[in-house]
């Protein structure tokens, strides 16, 4: 009912910089908190960024703060994830996800998910 494709990734220098969009279609209304995850390889999916509906209110993870920035456009039923400042452990698929409740942090309490886009950072 609801589907999510991310863009925006690439290969980027350490130091650079990325902003990654995830567009919503279908039932996009029922969407209310949507995130961002990342999985490197041999490593679980861990949430890096998570929003409210209205943008209020949002979390992150301790190894991006103050480098990375989640915000959204409903209007658009975009979300996105600008990335500064990006390090060598920031390589990874990224995956958007959206949930039907408010903020969510747990990826289990996640109602859908895009097909990831990744990310590579080279030193």
């Known amino acids: 009912q609801v589907q999510l494709v991310e863009s925006g990734g690439g290969l980027v220098q350490a130091g650079g910089s990325l902003r990654l969009s995830c567009v919503g279609s279908?039932?996009?209304?029922?969407?209310?908190?949507m995130g961002w995850f990342r999985q490197a390889p041999g490593k679980e999916r861990d949430v890096v960024a998570a929003?409210?509906?209205?943008?209020?209110?949002?979390y992150y993870a301790d190894s991006v703060k103050g480098r990375f920035t989640i915000s959204r456009d409903n209007v658009k039923n975009t979300v996105y994830l600008q990335m500064n400042s990006l390090k060598p452990e920031d390589t990874a698929v990224y995956y958007c996800?959206?949930?039907?409740?408010?903020?969510?942090?747990?990826?289990?309490?996640?109602?859908?998910w895009g097909q990831g886009t990744q990310v590579t950072v080279s030193s």
């Open positions: 279908g039932r996009t209304f029922s969407t209310n908190g």
């Open positions: 996800a959206g949930a039907r409740r408010g903020l969510v942090i747990r990826k289990v309490d996640y109602d859908y």
């Open positions: 929003i409210s509906w209205s943008g209020a209110s949002t």
